[in-house]
């Protein structure tokens, strides 16, 4: 059972907008709208962005959108800026009460 | 506030097991599935199982079935995972993290609160 497809990284200037993929199957992300994305930093624990597909925990800037469209999921980061630098993971519910997360992109700020 | 405290450090010989342990506090911990997650050295997170803490019923990642055990204390609000004849491939951080609710009270599939980490080596 594989990994959800991502970029292994994206980059760009501040103040620019960013986006990342998330490739699945008609198993997990074609299959329901439950794909969440995680931000984590070096030494720490993931913290979710982003859940059922689009909407945004407390706390978390709007700068941070989510959308899918078939098998593809997609986390926008807008506005980028230096605090955005991180690993970026997406993770999807899949077929048979197991879950699945994404290969992960670095994202750089240049 | 909720928070998952793991249990320290381990390292353990190959064939070996281990068991690392999650302690939940702040929430009620039969309302909430406990998910535990791995991150080997440099390398992305692996979903490896969950427990519903209010039933002991439990779902494991097919690579792992087999090795991996979940059970839960409820009278210590602590779930422990349990990973049998270890190898190199092993080594790794784990993660234990709570499945959220969605405003309807259902579970909602993704991961609010996570513990510290656990760093699990296994060595000869």
Known sequence: ?110 | QVQLVQSGAEVKKPGASVKVFCQASGDTFTSYFIHWVRQAPGQGLEWMGLINPFDSSTSYAQKLRGRVTLTRDTSTSTVCMDLSTLTSEDTAVYYCAREAKNPNGGHSKCFDYWGQGTLVTVSS
């Open chain 1, 1 to 110: 059972q594989s990994a959800l497809t991502q970029p292994a990284s994206v980059s760009g200037s501040p103040g620019q907008s960013i986006t990342i993929s998330c490739t699945g199957t008609s198993s997990d992300v074609g299959a329901y709208n439950y794909v969440s994305w995680y931000q984590q930093s070096p030494g720490k624990a993931p913290k979710m962005m982003i859940y059922d597909v689009s909407n945004r925990p407390s706390g978390v800037s709007d700068r941070f959108s989510g959308s899918k469209s078939g098998h593809t999921a997609s986390l926008t980061i807008s506005g980028l800026q230096a605090e955005d630098e991180a690993d970026y993971y997406c993770s999807s519910y899949r077929t048979s009460s197991t879950y699945v997360f994404g290969t992960g992109t670095k994202v750089t700020v240049l």
